[in-house]
């Protein structure tokens, strides 16, 4: 039998070789029991909304689910070896993290839904006026599999500057992965020039006078995916009543969260019931429900340059749009992306959309809600992408 701590080795050193069937095998014996409790993870940002929501609200619940307290974890690091052990069942992931779960460490995962959209941004010193001011700074980023890297380069190609993880030249930006908790103070100190990261630390370190928005990500990548919602394939496959009572609740928690932003605020904090995350409910409320004056303010700064797409900060709509997959799988294909990653460059778009995600439950869930309109989903589920500079 393996060993709970061997698992975890496993899983942070994403070992691919001889790996998948260790790890196929703790999460069938995972989903061979039917009844099997819910077990979230979760990391304390907004990202998270959706699943902290279906909780708090009792959703799950109310689906027939069995549900234990979601369990905070402190690092990416952290919630993805929790996942692939099998400590928890359900997490939110990054959308390239699970292209790289998938592909690069052959992880049986699948993706169900996305878990929100937009929710992040490119914050800067105060005296950084464009990208191109970045040029010889160094930029803190979550993770290299993130899409805060993805936006970040394409904005830094446009501007003619390059990448390196060596000290930069005046052409170059040094890019460094740094805990999102440790952000604000790196950058207080000035020991970088600004980070790419899920909110709400880019609101933190605005309210703490220390930086900047410079860009919005959203205002790059239009409604584009964050974080995505990822179960084990095993509970798609021999579990698919208890995965369609989660896609369910999923679906009812991002309807709840679009109608009541300013109790979700509330939620989330610090001074919420639940506890959910560290972060003031100033913080919060500054991403999930901001002032009016806080749009104007952002257009004349140039954060945000397409005011007609009437993007919130941060948004909620569930639908996995393929063309989103497959377009990440060719941006990642042209992001620098530290260590080995030769596996990236064979994968075929398309059929990484595909095979990665699975939307029968949550299209079955918005039909059975007719949220539909609601989301803004076209009649036929297809949109295409817009990325700009």
């Given at each position: 039998?393996v060993?709970r701590?061997?698992l975890?080795k496993?899983?942070?050193?994403?070992?691919?070789?001889?790996s998948?069937?260790?790890?196929q095998?703790?999460q069938q014996?995972q989903a061979?029991?039917?009844?099997?409790?819910?077990?979230?993870g979760y990391?304390p940002i907004?990202?998270?909304?959706?699943?902290l929501?279906a909780?708090s609200?009792?959703?799950?619940?109310a689906?027939?689910?069995?549900?234990?307290?979601?369990v905070?974890f402190r690092?990416?690091?952290?919630l993805?070896?929790?996942f692939i052990?099998g400590?928890?069942?359900?997490?939110?992931?990054?959308t390239?993290?699970?292209?790289w779960?998938r592909?690069?460490?052959?992880?049986?995962l699948?993706v169900?839904m996305?878990?929100?959209?937009?929710?992040?941004a490119?914050?800067?010193?105060?005296?950084v006026?464009?990208?191109a001011?970045?040029?010889?700074?160094?930029?803190?980023i979550p993770?290299w599999?993130?899409?805060?890297?993805?936006?970040?380069q394409?904005?830094l190609?446009?501007a003619?500057?390059?990448v390196t993880?060596?000290?930069?030249g005046p052409?170059?930006v040094?890019?460094?992965?740094?805990?999102p908790?440790?952000?604000?103070a790196?950058?207080a100190?000035?020991?970088?020039a600004g980070?790419?990261?899920?909110?709400p630390?880019?609101a933190?370190?605005?309210l703490q006078g220390v930086?900047k928005?410079?860009?919005f990500t959203?205002?790059?990548?239009?409604?584009?995916a964050?974080?995505?919602t990822?179960?084990?394939?095993?509970?798609?496959e021999?579990?698919p009543?208890w995965?369609?009572k989660v896609a369910n609740?999923?679906?009812?928690?991002?309807l709840?969260t679009?109608?009541?932003?300013?109790e979700?605020a509330?939620l989330?904090?610090a001074d919420?019931a639940?506890?959910?995350?560290?972060h003031?409910l100033?913080t919060?409320q500054?991403v999930?429900a901001?002032?009016?004056?806080?749009?104007q303010?952002?257009?004349?700064?140039?954060?945000?340059?397409?005011?007609d797409w009437?993007q919130?900060?941060i948004?909620?709509q569930?639908?996995?749009f393929?063309?989103?997959t497959?377009?990440l799988?060719?941006m990642?294909?042209?992001?620098?992306?530290?260590?080995?990653?030769?596996?990236?460059a064979?994968l075929d778009?398309?059929?990484v959309?595909q095979?990665l995600?699975?939307e029968?439950?949550?299209?079955?869930?918005i039909?059975?809600?007719?949220s539909?309109?609601?989301f803004?989903?076209?009649?036929d589920?297809r949109r295409?992408?817009?990325?700009?500079?």
């Amino acid at each position: 039998m393996v060993s709970r701590r061997d698992l975890l080795k496993l899983a942070s050193l994403f070992t691919a070789a001889g790996s998948l069937p260790l790890l196929q095998a703790c999460q069938q014996r995972q989903a061979s029991q039917p009844n099997a409790p819910l077990r979230i993870g979760y990391l304390p940002i907004t990202d998270a909304t959706p699943l902290l929501v279906a909780h708090s609200q009792g959703l799950f619940q109310a689906e027939g689910l069995e549900v234990e307290a979601p369990v905070l974890f402190r690092s990416w690091a952290q919630l993805v070896e929790a996942f692939i052990s099998g400590q928890v069942n359900l997490v939110h992931l990054l959308t390239p993290m699970t292209v790289w779960a998938r592909y690069g460490s052959e992880s049986p995962l699948k993706v169900l839904m996305w878990n929100h959209m937009a929710g992040s941004a490119l914050t800067v010193l105060p005296g950084v006026n464009s990208v191109a001011d970045l040029g010889g700074q160094t930029v803190a980023i979550p993770f290299w599999y993130s899409i805060h890297n993805v936006v970040l380069q394409h904005l830094l190609r446009d501007a003619g500057l390059e990448v390196t993880e060596q000290d930069p030249g005046p052409k170059q930006v040094k890019l460094i992965v740094m805990a999102p908790s440790d952000m604000v103070a790196a950058l207080a100190a000035k020991s970088i020039a600004g980070f790419i990261v899920a909110e709400p630390f880019n609101a933190a370190a605005e309210l703490q006078g220390v930086g900047k928005v410079l860009r919005f990500t959203g205002d790059v990548w239009r409604d584009h995916a964050c974080c995505v919602t990822v179960a084990h394939a095993a509970d798609v496959e021999q579990r698919p009543e208890w995965t369609q009572k989660v896609a369910n609740a999923m679906v009812k928690a991002q309807l709840w969260t679009r109608e009541h932003r300013p109790e979700v605020a509330q939620l989330l904090s610090a001074d919420g019931a639940g506890k959910y995350t560290p972060h003031p409910l100033a913080t919060v409320q500054k991403v999930l429900a901001p002032d009016a004056a806080d749009l104007q303010q952002y257009v004349q700064s140039g954060a945000i340059r397409h005011p007609d797409w009437k993007q919130n900060r941060i948004d909620f709509q569930p639908y996995p749009f393929p063309s989103y997959t497959s377009e990440l799988v060719k941006m990642l294909q042209q992001t620098h992306i530290a260590g080995e990653h030769n596996w990236l460059a064979k994968l075929d778009p398309q059929q990484v959309a595909q095979e990665l995600v699975d939307e029968r439950f949550v299209r079955q869930a918005i039909e059975s809600t007719q949220s539909q309109q609601l989301f803004g989903l076209p009649a036929d589920y297809r949109r295409t992408e817009t990325i700009v500079a």
